[in-house]
């Protein structure tokens, strides 16, 4: 049987704000444990919530990039629940009334398509602490820095059919948020997190099937993996005339398998209602149109002005705008050397492999985009050739001199003396009577054999153009 | 309504309430005369009236996104009957 899988996301984002969403404690990652928690964060009695106007504009910023309706009066609920590192008991966030409501974003495939994947909501919820289980001589070690700390909850439409798809909503969510500044992101350090619920049916099958979800998931690549895993499992259960139970599973990476959270019986109750120490949140079309003034220019809106100012390819563009850092890069350098093509083709070429390479991040390359600029002006006013701007990359990773001293250091120069590739070319004809001859015969594929030889007499300095040139002349 | 006992020890455990086997037949009475209310209330037709947020007819104040609260983990940390490194200890809440 041939099966189908509907597959939706909820994405939890830290918000980047400078203070807790209730607190006026700070909120910064990698602070000392509980150095960021206070007599709110401790649930200390008597102490009352006051909302971070920050952390709602950044939600409503958010809500205006995806064309998502703005929800003017949201309304925060507790969800109850007892853990340790929740000391309130109940988690502060918004169930009927999300500051952002149904929106739509558009996911760019590796095949270069594009599919739109609705979004049903967001919401403005509260971080827990973090619970640490190893090491404390039998007890369980709490860490509340976290507690309190804004988050917004993204939840998809369940409108993703496979793995791949999942991912390219992700990796949108995540530049989207980038480039509006809402947020880090980063999955490793559980900015980004995501839940992901899976079922399968089979296909042209409109009903639904029972659905698991699938928690503990940090890297882009483990979502595709956990998801490819877990259908899987649901097909082979199926076919093997099983069932599915409908239960929260923890995704095990290593293993590659996920294994049952919490079974159903145990199921939780959170007995949600209205938060009675927050009120209502009202905004209007005013406060709207001023956050909307702030939206900066989107991945897919940059994207296509790459396409049309740049002139480059559908999916240069694409790669270029995936990450807000690497459009911003490539555009300094786009407009400092005054060549876009080029500019594309170091960045996603040779500048990118490095990356990869050394597994850096755009910020902690060495060379950064006013480098780049001069070595590509460089190859522009023919000081060097481009085979020979490589080699000064390389040289540019060891050496933080300027282009031009490193050039003139190495003798990396350009010579495009007339008389000087004269004599090369003479010394090439001198060598080569055969070739020589052929060429005269009429072999004009010999040329490109003999403008080798010169480049290489001369380490790849020779400007190739004036050799190709002058050879011709000479063998007339 | 009926409320019956695995109900009200399903709400107690919920709650983290602990209940003695003696008490459970009578709350769960009590429970049920409330429940009885409730459904009274129940039969209004609530069609057209939106769900009340907030018995104050206000809006939410703002905050400005400021850390003000300085770092008193010393001073807290007194109140915790254990800590170690930081952490507030606690009784293992994981196998």
Same mark, same amino acid.
């Given at each position: 049987?041939?099966?189908?899988?509907?597959?939706?996301?909820?994405?939890?984002?830290?918000?980047?704000?400078? #203070?807790?969403?209730?607190?006026?404690?700070?909120?910064?990652?990698?602070?000392?444990?509980?150095?960021?928690?206070?007599?709110?964060?401790?649930?200390?009695?008597?102490?009352?919530?006051?909302?971070?106007?920050?952390?709602?504009?950044?939600?409503?910023?958010?809500?205006?990039?995806?064309?998502?309706?703005?929800?003017?009066?949201?309304? *925060?609920?507790?969800?109850?629940?007892?853990?340790?590192?929740?000391?309130?008991?109940?988690?502060? $966030?918004?169930?009927?009334?999300?500051?952002?409501?149904?929106?739509?974003?558009?996911?760019?495939?590796?095949?270069?398509?594009?599919?739109?994947?609705?979004?049903?909501?967001?919401?403005?919820?509260?971080?827990?602490?973090?619970?640490?289980?190893?090491? *404390?001589?039998?007890?369980?070690?709490?860490? &509340?820095?976290?507690?309190?700390?804004?988050?917004?909850?993204?939840?998809?439409?369940?409108?993703?059919?496979?793995?791949?798809?999942?991912?390219?909503?992700?990796? %949108?969510?995540? /530049?989207?948020?980038?480039?509006?500044?809402?947020?880090?992101?980063?999955?490793?350090?559980?900015?980004?997190?995501?839940?992901?619920?899976?079922?399968?049916?089979?296909?042209?099958?409109?009903?639904?099937?029972?659905?698991?979800?699938?928690?503990?998931?940090?890297?882009?690549?483990?979502?595709?993996?956990?998801?490819?895993?877990?259908?899987? !499992?649901?097909?082979?259960?199926?076919?093997?005339?099983?069932?599915?139970?409908?239960?929260?599973?923890?995704?095990?990476?290593?293993?590659?398998? #996920?294994? +049952?959270?919490?079974?159903?019986?145990?199921?939780?109750?959170?007995?949600?209602? +209205?938060?009675?120490?927050?009120?209502?949140?009202?905004?209007?079309?005013?406060?709207?149109?001023?956050?909307?003034? $702030?939206? +900066?220019?989107?991945?897919?809106?940059? %994207?296509? !002005?790459?396409?049309?100012?740049?002139?480059? #390819?559908?999916?240069?563009?694409?790669? &270029?705008?995936?990450?807000?850092?690497? /459009?911003?890069?490539?555009?300094?350098?786009?407009? /400092?050397?005054?060549?876009?093509?080029?500019?594309?083709?170091?960045?996603?070429?040779?500048?990118?492999?490095?990356?990869?390479?050394?597994?850096?991040?755009?910020?902690?390359?060495?060379?950064?985009?006013?480098?780049?600029?001069?070595?590509?002006?460089?190859?522009?006013?023919?000081?060097?050739?481009?085979?020979?701007?490589?080699?000064?990359?390389?040289?540019?990773?060891?050496?933080?001199?300027?282009?031009?001293?490193?050039?003139?250091?190495?003798?990396?120069?350009?010579?495009?003396?007339?008389?000087?590739?004269?004599?090369?070319?003479?010394?090439?004809?001198?060598?080569?009577?055969?070739?020589?001859?052929?060429?005269?015969?009429?072999?004009?594929?010999?040329?490109?054999?003999?403008?080798?030889?010169?480049?290489?007499?001369?380490?790849?300095?020779?400007?190739?153009?004036?050799?190709?040139?002058?050879?011709?002349?000479?063998?007339? | 309504?009926?409320?019956?006992?695995?109900? =009200?020890?399903? =709400?107690?455990?919920?709650?983290?309430?602990?209940?003695?086997?003696?008490? =459970?037949?009578?709350?769960?009475?009590?429970?049920?005369?409330?429940?009885?209310?409730?459904?009274?209330?129940?039969?209004?037709?609530?069609?057209?009236?939106?769900?009340?947020?907030?018995?104050?007819?206000?809006?939410?104040?703002?905050?400005?996104?400021?850390?003000?609260?300085?770092?008193?983990?010393?001073?807290?940390?007194?109140?915790?009957? @254990?800590? @170690?490194?930081?952490?507030?200890?606690?009784?293992?809440?994981?196998?």
């Amino acid at each position: 049987m041939e099966w189908e899988a509907v597959i939706g996301l909820e994405v939890h984002v830290s918000l980047s704000t400078q #203070s807790k969403l209730f607190s006026g404690t700070a909120s910064i990652f990698g602070a000392d444990p509980n150095t960021e928690a206070n007599i709110f964060d401790l649930a200390m009695p008597g102490t009352l919530p006051v909302l971070n106007e920050e952390a709602l504009r950044m939600a409503v910023k958010f809500g205006l990039s995806i064309d998502a309706e703005i929800g003017k009066r949201s309304v *925060f609920d507790r969800k109850n629940y007892f853990y340790p590192d929740l000391p309130k008991g109940y988690q502060v $966030t918004q169930l009927d009334f999300p500051t952002v409501g149904k929106g739509s974003l558009t996911i760019n495939l590796e095949d270069g398509s594009e599919r739109v994947i609705g979004v049903t909501r967001a919401h403005i919820e509260e971080n827990a602490g973090k619970s640490l289980h190893e090491d *404390f001589h039998g007890m369980s070690g709490i860490d &509340l820095n976290r507690s309190g700390e804004p988050l917004l909850e993204i939840v998809s439409e369940p409108e993703i059919r496979n793995a791949t798809e999942a991912v390219a909503y992700l990796k %949108k969510l995540h /530049a989207i948020v980038r480039y509006l500044d809402i947020s880090d992101a980063i999955m490793a350090q559980g900015s980004m997190r995501c839940d992901v619920n899976v079922s399968i049916r089979p296909k042209g099958e409109t009903e639904l099937g029972t659905r698991t979800e699938l928690k503990n998931i940090n890297s882009f690549r483990f979502v595709e993996k956990a998801i490819n895993s877990e259908i899987q !499992r649901q097909q082979d259960l199926l076919e093997d005339g099983g069932k599915v139970v409908q239960e929260t599973r923890r995704y095990d990476a290593e293993r590659d398998t #996920s294994s +049952p959270m919490r079974s159903k019986e145990f199921a939780n109750d959170y007995r949600y209602f +209205p938060e009675p120490d927050l009120l209502p949140v009202e905004i209007d079309d005013t406060y709207i149109e001023a956050v909307r003034a $702030t939206l +900066p220019e989107l991945p897919d809106a940059r %994207k296509a !002005r790459f396409v049309s100012e740049y002139s480059l #390819s559908d999916y240069d563009a694409g790669v &270029l705008t995936a990450s807000r850092e690497m /459009a911003e890069y490539f555009e300094a350098v786009a407009k /400092a050397s005054g060549d876009a093509k080029l500019a594309a083709n170091w960045v996603t070429g040779d500048l990118q492999a490095l990356l990869n390479k050394n597994n850096w991040e755009l910020t902690q390359s060495p060379i950064q985009a006013d480098r780049l600029s001069v070595l590509i002006k460089r190859i522009i006013d023919n000081t060097i050739s481009g085979k020979i701007a490589k080699t000064v990359f390389d040289a540019m990773l060891e050496d933080s001199a300027s282009v031009d001293e490193i050039i003139t250091a190495k003798g990396l120069k350009q010579v495009t003396d007339n008389g000087a590739i004269e004599s090369l070319v003479d010394e090439v004809i001198a060598n080569n009577p055969e070739q020589v001859q052929q060429f005269r015969d009429g072999k004009e594929q010999v040329l490109g054999y003999l403008v080798g030889q010169a480049m290489k007499l001369s380490q790849g300095k020779a400007n190739p153009g004036q050799v190709n040139q002058m050879l011709r002349e000479k063998m007339k | 309504m009926a409320f019956d006992k695995s109900e =009200v020890e399903k =709400v107690a455990q919920l709650a983290r309430l602990h209940m003695s086997e003696s008490d =459970v037949d009578e709350v769960a009475a009590r429970i049920t005369d409330i429940l009885a209310l409730i459904d009274q209330m129940q039969s209004v037709d609530t069609e057209s009236v939106e769900p009340l947020a907030h018995p104050l007819d206000m809006t939410q104040r703002l905050r400005p996104d400021v850390a003000t609260e300085p770092n008193r983990r010393d001073e807290l940390q007194q109140l915790a009957p @254990e800590t @170690e490194d930081g952490l507030f200890l606690v009784p293992k809440v994981i196998e």
